[in-house]
C-alpha cells in the first residue's frame, strides 16, 4: 500500500470535524500487518456533539419530519448506492479485515439488502385494533425511541452497520454509531455515502474511536433512548450496565459456542462440507461461527475422516489470493486464539487436523492455521468458550439425549444446526436446545437478512434482522379514544 487513507475526522450533521482530541489512531491491514491507513480517536466530546446533532435531528430536524415511506425511500436509496460502490467498498473491507474478496463481496450484497430490506419494511410497521369496553376505541401506535446508540465490531463492520442502522433508521429513530477501532473504514465511507442518499443532516452520526473512550462515553450518555450492542459478554455487561443507569433498552448480541449436531442419518458429504465451512468462514471470527462439531458415536470415525480431508485442502491467505480464508483481525486476536488452543492442548486435546497458511501470504500478517481438535474434554475451555478464531471442537455423543446435553453445555445459545434425514429426530432435538435460531439439515453462518436473529443466556438478547429488529427500535403507545 503506497499512500495512507488520512483520518477524515468524525462525522456529524452530514459533515466532517476534526476530533476534539486532535489525535489519530493507526490502521493496520491484517493481512500485511501494515498500517494503512489512520482514523480520528473521537472524545467524549465528539459524542456529545453527536448525540445533540441526533437530538435536533429527531426533534426539531428535517429528519424526524419524514414519514414511513419517505424515509423508506432513502434506506432504498441508501441500498442501490451500496450496489453503485460495491467494489470500491469491498476492497476497503478485504483491507481492513483481511477477509477474501470473495467474502468481502458478499458482504456488499448483504449490506446492500439491509437497506432494501428496511426500507420496503419502513412504512409497513403497523399497529392493533384492542378490543375493550363500549364506547372506547384503542389503538396501537408503534413509534420511534429518538436517538439510538450503535456499538459495533470489526469481524463485519459493513454488514454490521446495516444490521443495526437499517431498521433503527426505518423506524424513525436519529442514530449515533461508534464503530470499531481494529476495523472501520467501511462504516465511515458509508457515513458519506449517506449524504449522496440524501439523509437529512443529523440522522447517521458517525464517532471513530477507542471502546473505553467513544465507547464508554456514548453508552452511559445521559441523552441517549437505547444502545444496540454487538461484541464480547464483558462489554456486554459494561453496555448493560450503563444502559440500566439510564433507564433505557438495549440489544446484546454476544457471540457463542454454536454446534452442529450429526446424526447418523444425516446426509454425510452435505454436513462435512457444512461443519468445514461454518468456521472457516471469515476465519472463524463470526458470532454464529460453528464451532463445535457433535457426531453420533456410530459414524465418529468416519465423519471425522472426512472432515481432516476436507480440512487439509484449506488454506488462509491474503484477501487478493482469495483463499478459503483470510487472517485473524490483530495481533491480540492472533495471540488470544493461539492462547485457546495452548490451553486445549494442555487440557488433553488432540490435533486432528490442521489447514495451511498459503505460501505467500506475509509473515508479519496475522494468520492463524485453522485447527481442529477431538479428544476434547467436555468441561474443558475449548469445548466451552468462544475462540473467535478458525478453531473447531469436534466431540461425539451417544443418542438423542446426550446430543441434547452436549448442545446445551455451555453458557452460550446462539445458532445450532441438526443433521437428520429423520424429520421427526431433527424437530424433536432442535426444539430442546435452547438458541435463537436453529437450521435443520444446513447451518446458515451470516446472511439471512430476513430472519430474526439474537441469543439466548450469554450470547445476549433482542433480535437483530428480519421484522422483529424494527420493534426493539420503536415504542408501542397505547391510544385509548372513549367516544361516548
Ligand atoms: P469488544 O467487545 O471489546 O468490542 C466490540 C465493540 O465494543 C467495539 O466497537 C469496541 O470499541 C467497543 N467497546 C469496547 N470497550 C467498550 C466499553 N468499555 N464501552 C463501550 N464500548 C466498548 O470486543 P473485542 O475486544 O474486539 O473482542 C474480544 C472478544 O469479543 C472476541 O475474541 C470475541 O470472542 C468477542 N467478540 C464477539 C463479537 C460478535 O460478533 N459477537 C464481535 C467482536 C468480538
Ligand atoms: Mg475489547
Given at each position: 500500500m503506497s499512500t495512507i487513507i488520512p483520518a477524515k475526522g468524525v462525522f456529524i450533521n452530514n459533515r466532517w470535524q476534526p476530533s476534539s482530541s486532535g489525535k489519530t489512531i493507526a490502521m493496520i491491514a491484517p493481512a500485511t500487518g501494515k498500517v494503512f491507513g489512520e482514523i480520528a480517536r473521537g472524545t467524549a466530546a465528539d459524542i456529545d456533539a453527536a448525540v445533540a446533532a441526533a437530538r435536533h435531528a429527531f426533534e426539531k430536524g428535517a429528519w424526524g419530519k419524514l414519514t414511513a415511506t419517505e424515509r423508506g425511500r432513502l434506506l432504498t436509496n441508501f441500498g442501490r448506492i451500496v450496489e453503485k460502490h460495491a467494489e470500491e467498498l469491498a476492497l476497503l473491507e478485504a483491507t481492513d479485515t483481511g477477509k477474501p474478496m470473495k467474502q468481502a463481496r458478499a458482504d456488499m450484497v448483504a449490506l446492500a439488502r439491509y437497506f432494501e430490506y428496511y426500507g420496503g419494511a419502513a412504512d409497513k410497521v403497523h399497529g392493533d385494533t384492542v378490543p375493550f369496553m363500549d364506547g372506547f376505541l384503542v389503538n396501537t401506535i408503534y413509534e420511534p425511541l429518538g436517538v439510538t446508540a450503535h456499538i459495533i465490531p470489526w469481524n463485519y463492520p459493513a454488514q454490521m452497520f446495516g444490521r443495526t442502522i437499517a431498521p433503527a433508521l426505518a423506524m424513525g429513530n436519529a442514530t449515533v454509531c461508534k464503530p470499531a477501532e481494529e476495523a472501520c473504514m467501511v462504516p465511515l465511507r458509508l457515513a458519506e455515502l449517506s449524504v449522496e442518499a440524501g439523509f437529512p443532516e443529523g440522522a447517521i452520526n458517525m464517532v471513530p474511536g477507542l471502546g473505553e473512550e467513544a465507547g464508554a462515553a456514548l453508552s452511559s450518555h445521559g441523552d441517549i433512548d437505547f444502545i444496540s450492542f454487538t461484541g464480547s459478554p464483558e462489554v456486554g455487561i459494561l453496555i448493560q450496565t450503563a444502559a440500566a443507569k439510564n433507564h433505557i433498552g438495549c440489544t446484546l448480541e454476544l457471540g457463542g459456542k454454536s454446534p452442529q449436531i450429526i446424526f447418523e442419518d444425516a446426509d454425510f458429504d452435505a454436513a462435512v462440507a457444512s461443519v468445514a465451512g461454518a468456521i472457516v468462514q471469515n476465519a472463524g471470527q463470526t458470532c454464529s461461527a460453528g464451532s463445535r462439531a457433535l457426531v453420533q458415536r456410530s459414524i465418529w470415525d468416519k465423519f471425522i475422516a472426512a472432515l481432516k480431508a476436507k480440512f487439509e485442502t484449506i488454506q488462509a491467505g491474503t484477501p487478493e489470493m482469495d483463499l478459503d480464508l483470510g487472517p485473524v483481525i490483530s495481533a491480540t486476536q492472533r495471540d488470544r486464539i493461539n492462547k485457546m488452543m495452548a490451553m486445549a492442548e494442555r487440557a488433553g486435546a488432540k490435533v486432528l487436523a490442521k489447514g495451511k497458511i498459503a505460501?505467500?501470504?506475509?509473515?508479519e500478517g496475522f494468520y492463524v492455521a485453522p485447527t481442529i481438535y477431538y479428544d476434547v474434554e467436555r468441561s474443558s475451555e475449548i469445548a466451552r468458550e468462544e475462540v473467535f478464531g478458525p478453531v473447531l471442537a469436534a466431540m461425539p455423543f451417544e443418542d438423542e439425549e446426550d446430543a441434547i446435553h452436549l448442545a446445551n453445555s455451555t453458557d452460550y445459545g446462539l445458532v445450532a444446526g441438526v443433521w437428520s434425514k429423520d424429520g421427526s429426530r431433527a424437530l424433536r432435538v432442535g426444539k430442546k436446545v435452547r438458541v435463537g435460531q436453529l437450521f435443520i439439515n444446513g447451518y446458515g453462518a451470516g446472511g439471512g437478512i430476513e430472519l430474526p436473529f439474537g441469543g439466548m443466556k450469554k450470547s445476549g438478547h433482542g433480535r437483530e434482522k428480519g421484522f422483529e429488529a424494527l420493534y426493539e427500535f420503536a415504542a408501542m403507545k397505547t391510544l385509548v379514544i372513549k367516544h361516548n
Amino acid at each position: 500500500m503506497s499512500t495512507i487513507i488520512p483520518a477524515k475526522g468524525v462525522f456529524i450533521n452530514n459533515r466532517w470535524q476534526p476530533s476534539s482530541s486532535g489525535k489519530t489512531i493507526a490502521m493496520i491491514a491484517p493481512a500485511t500487518g501494515k498500517v494503512f491507513g489512520e482514523i480520528a480517536r473521537g472524545t467524549a466530546a465528539d459524542i456529545d456533539a453527536a448525540v445533540a446533532a441526533a437530538r435536533h435531528a429527531f426533534e426539531k430536524g428535517a429528519w424526524g419530519k419524514l414519514t414511513a415511506t419517505e424515509r423508506g425511500r432513502l434506506l432504498t436509496n441508501f441500498g442501490r448506492i451500496v450496489e453503485k460502490h460495491a467494489e470500491e467498498l469491498a476492497l476497503l473491507e478485504a483491507t481492513d479485515t483481511g477477509k477474501p474478496m470473495k467474502q468481502a463481496r458478499a458482504d456488499m450484497v448483504a449490506l446492500a439488502r439491509y437497506f432494501e430490506y428496511y426500507g420496503g419494511a419502513a412504512d409497513k410497521v403497523h399497529g392493533d385494533t384492542v378490543p375493550f369496553m363500549d364506547g372506547f376505541l384503542v389503538n396501537t401506535i408503534y413509534e420511534p425511541l429518538g436517538v439510538t446508540a450503535h456499538i459495533i465490531p470489526w469481524n463485519y463492520p459493513a454488514q454490521m452497520f446495516g444490521r443495526t442502522i437499517a431498521p433503527a433508521l426505518a423506524m424513525g429513530n436519529a442514530t449515533v454509531c461508534k464503530p470499531a477501532e481494529e476495523a472501520c473504514m467501511v462504516p465511515l465511507r458509508l457515513a458519506e455515502l449517506s449524504v449522496e442518499a440524501g439523509f437529512p443532516e443529523g440522522a447517521i452520526n458517525m464517532v471513530p474511536g477507542l471502546g473505553e473512550e467513544a465507547g464508554a462515553a456514548l453508552s452511559s450518555h445521559g441523552d441517549i433512548d437505547f444502545i444496540s450492542f454487538t461484541g464480547s459478554p464483558e462489554v456486554g455487561i459494561l453496555i448493560q450496565t450503563a444502559a440500566a443507569k439510564n433507564h433505557i433498552g438495549c440489544t446484546l448480541e454476544l457471540g457463542g459456542k454454536s454446534p452442529q449436531i450429526i446424526f447418523e442419518d444425516a446426509d454425510f458429504d452435505a454436513a462435512v462440507a457444512s461443519v468445514a465451512g461454518a468456521i472457516v468462514q471469515n476465519a472463524g471470527q463470526t458470532c454464529s461461527a460453528g464451532s463445535r462439531a457433535l457426531v453420533q458415536r456410530s459414524i465418529w470415525d468416519k465423519f471425522i475422516a472426512a472432515l481432516k480431508a476436507k480440512f487439509e485442502t484449506i488454506q488462509a491467505g491474503t484477501p487478493e489470493m482469495d483463499l478459503d480464508l483470510g487472517p485473524v483481525i490483530s495481533a491480540t486476536q492472533r495471540d488470544r486464539i493461539n492462547k485457546m488452543m495452548a490451553m486445549a492442548e494442555r487440557a488433553g486435546a488432540k490435533v486432528l487436523a490442521k489447514g495451511k497458511i498459503a505460501d505467500g501470504a506475509p509473515k508479519e500478517g496475522f494468520y492463524v492455521a485453522p485447527t481442529i481438535y477431538y479428544d476434547v474434554e467436555r468441561s474443558s475451555e475449548i469445548a466451552r468458550e468462544e475462540v473467535f478464531g478458525p478453531v473447531l471442537a469436534a466431540m461425539p455423543f451417544e443418542d438423542e439425549e446426550d446430543a441434547i446435553h452436549l448442545a446445551n453445555s455451555t453458557d452460550y445459545g446462539l445458532v445450532a444446526g441438526v443433521w437428520s434425514k429423520d424429520g421427526s429426530r431433527a424437530l424433536r432435538v432442535g426444539k430442546k436446545v435452547r438458541v435463537g435460531q436453529l437450521f435443520i439439515n444446513g447451518y446458515g453462518a451470516g446472511g439471512g437478512i430476513e430472519l430474526p436473529f439474537g441469543g439466548m443466556k450469554k450470547s445476549g438478547h433482542g433480535r437483530e434482522k428480519g421484522f422483529e429488529a424494527l420493534y426493539e427500535f420503536a415504542a408501542m403507545k397505547t391510544l385509548v379514544i372513549k367516544h361516548n
